[in-house]
């Protein structure tokens, strides 16, 4: 009897697997795409992208499976979706034809543009390009100029790449403009009679010099029992922006202000940003209050939340304040100084409880008529920023906890909360044993986690390697995020945290500011709809966030490439290394407050091999080490204010 053959089953081809997913476009050698949170990235090469771009939703096929610590490796097959069709770049004439070399990262291509879709512009203009799809998927990509913003190196044209860059509208619709005009600058007077009236109590502000916005004031009364009644208003955004109008879809739409170097694009117009909303002095305003009632010790013995009308006595500036607690005397000088004295008891009860001490250095800009950075400073921080602060917190925490304590039968209502996850411990033992290489000792236990790492932060505070490590935590932490989950926030210590303070500039805190409101007046959000609805909105928040963060981020690399341009170029400076890759090692120049970078390509005595575990560089040849930590001199080389890079050399 004859043998059935397998022959036919054992030749039949392989079946395609065929999964959608989305570009992480990485490195310009090769991209992920990323597909369920439960399946493993797909790897894919420049080769088989099929000219697909960050972000894009693309078909893959998976040409090689899964196996043991590799990830599956495939090629596109069909590009679903662009994510973006607009781009910045600066117009390049070459051999080939003219292009537009873009600003942005993770686009790894140069766009060709016809003579005829330049729109006027010229070579090294900076210019917004729209792409032009193209019948196949192996040709460069095309695009047609839809805007010419002007020569590049020019400080509004730079501003505006920026603006573009990250899609950041420059003015309102008109619709939103008119609405907030029609607004009316009197407070009815029976809105005044049913809110608690805290007009009559001590009140002022403290904000930066050049802030336009004051969003949050502090009242303060001494009780009969000597404790303090102390008043956290929040400017009451909610009752001039109702939910769905023009202000507030624009609002959402934007999620938060974004603080460039020279200038604000804000969330609402100014009409209420800097008008009927801003807690200005010697004006009756409405507000959203958290008040207290605290002992010495800043224990709170008691809390109420609600609707009030205010009126603040003074406007201080972080500086005027300081000066008054220095001074000891001035005005409102008894007021400052319990205020201050609680904050410090609030602050030391947080580190008691678990709160990670992060304090990083930020800059400013001194610049001229023309925009042009003659000086780069750090932020002084005053008591008064952290007495703020700690204010800030407590009405953010306590409004937290509140909601999360009310219940409507078996159900806690619908809230939006900040919260912060725990640190990947795997990664943090990596940093550990970095630390350790100093003469440190930093807990790899998640308990000890957040008093060790405080130790350390004061054991290295005023030495080159304090700022390096201060870095590298914040980035082994997890990102803070907006959520309806309640879950903790790790690195305040907080069980329970929100954000209502600043409604003027960030959206979740206005959602917060109508849940609470409704729940103060016994009204519930319960269902599932609404629960996904603000999951929505919370995801779209934390995006608008980091958008705003990158940007204001690019604004101020802007400048400090334009900085060591026009005074560093071939100075020698000392640096310590902050940062290491596999095609360089960055280095903090603590005398400009800027950063380069030593490419790899460029250290021509040896072949560096990057080990990511200990943070450092070894030659294969010489076994020269650098670390992560290392003071190092370098010599400035060249600086591109259209990458926003700084080229440095190793200086003997």
Not at 596 to 621: E, I, N, P, S
Not at 634 to 648: G, N
Request: net charge positive; charged share 25%; aromatic share 8%.
């Amino acid at each position: 009897m004859k043998q059935k053959s397998t022959k036919s089953r054992r030749t039949q081809p392989h079946k395609p697997r065929y999964i959608i997913g989305q570009v992480d476009y990485v490195h310009p050698s090769y991209a992920y795409i990323i597909t369920a949170p439960d399946q493993a990235d797909i790897w894919v090469s420049k080769k088989d992208l099929g000219r697909a771009l960050h972000q894009d939703q693309v078909q893959v096929s998976v040409t090689v499976p899964q196996q043991a610590g590799k990830r599956p490796v495939g090629r596109v097959v069909k590009i679903i979706s662009r994510a973006k069709t607009h781009y910045v770049g600066l117009v390049s004439q070459r051999t080939e034809g003219i292009f537009v070399v873009p600003i942005s990262r993770r686009m790894h291509y140069d766009i060709q543009v016809q003579p005829a879709d330049l729109q006027g512009a010229r070579i090294n203009d900076k210019v917004i390009v729209k792409l032009v799809e193209t019948s196949t998927l192996c040709q460069a990509p095309t695009g047609q100029v839809i805007r010419v913003l002007g020569p590049a190196g020019e400080h509004a044209v730079e501003m505006h790449a920026i603006m573009a860059e990250f899609e950041l509208p420059a003015h309102f619709p008109a619709p939103v403009v008119a609405e907030a005009a029609t607004i009316p600058q009197a407070i009815p007077a029976r809105e005044i009679k049913r809110r608690k009236d805290f007009r009559p109590k001590t009140t002022f502000t403290i904000d930066p010099t050049d802030a336009k916005d004051f969003d949050d004031a502090l009242s303060l009364e001494i009780l009969p029992n000597g404790h303090y009644e102390v008043g956290i208003h929040i400017a009451d955004v909610s009752y001039y922006v109702p939910e769905g109008s023009p202000i507030d879809q624009e609002a959402f739409a934007r999620g938060t202000s974004v603080y460039l170097v020279d200038r604000t694009l804000p969330m609402l117009p100014e009409r209420l940003s800097n008008e009927l909303c801003s807690l200005r002095p010697h004006q009756d305003r409405l507000a959203f209050s958290a008040v207290f009632e605290l002992d010495t010790q800043g224990t709170v013995h008691s809390e109420w939340f609600g609707e009030t009308v205010i009126h603040s006595d003074k406007r201080f500036t972080y500086e005027e304040a300081q000066q008054v607690l220095h001074e000891q005397t001035g005005e409102h000088y008894a007021a400052l100084q319990a205020l201050d004295r609680l904050a410090k008891q609030l602050r030391a009860g947080r580190f008691q409880q678990g709160a990670i001490h992060f304090e990083t250095t930020e800059v400013r800009f001194q610049l001229d008529a023309c925009g042009k950075p003659l000086a780069i400073l750090p932020k002084d921080i005053h008591d008064t920023n952290r007495l703020i602060e700690e204010f800030m917190l407590l009405a953010n925490q306590r409004v937290a906890l509140h909601v999360s304590r009310l219940r409507a039968g078996k159900h806690r209502p619908t809230f939006v909360y900040r919260t912060h996850d725990t640190p990947d411990l795997d990664k943090w033992s990596d940093f550990a044993l970095w630390v350790e290489q100093f003469g440190y000792s930093l807990s790899r236990h998640l308990k000890r986690l957040p008093d060790s790492l405080n130790r350390l932060t004061a054991n290295v505070a005023g030495k080159p390697i304090a700022h390096i490590i201060q870095s590298l935590a914040i980035r082994m932490m997890a990102k803070a995020l907006y959520t309806t989950e309640a879950n903790p926030h790790f690195g305040l210590a907080f069980t329970h945290y929100t954000h209502f303070t600043s409604p003027i500039r960030r959206y979740p805190d206005l959602m917060v500011h109508r849940l609470l409101k409704q729940y103060l007046t016994g009204t519930w959000a319960l269902d599932a709809r609404t629960t996904q609805a603000y999951t929505s909105k919370c995801q779209h928040a934390s995006e608008r966030e980091r958008i705003a963060a990158e940007a204001e981020r690019a604004s101020i690399k802007y400048k400090q490439v334009e900085f060591m341009a026009t005074q560093f170029t071939g100075a020698i400076l000392q640096g310590t290394i902050s940062g290491l890759m596999g095609w360089g090692m960055y280095v903090a120049l603590p005398d400009t407050l800027c950063e380069g970078m030593v490419r790899l390509a460029d250290m021509q005595d040896d072949y560096y091999l990057l080990d990511k575990k200990l943070f450092k560089l070894t030659g294969q040849r010489t076994k020269k080490v650098y670390r992560l930590g290392d003071v190092i001199k370098v010599q400035v080389k060249a600086c591109d204010i259209h990458t926003r890079t700084i080229d440095l050399w190793l200086a003997a």
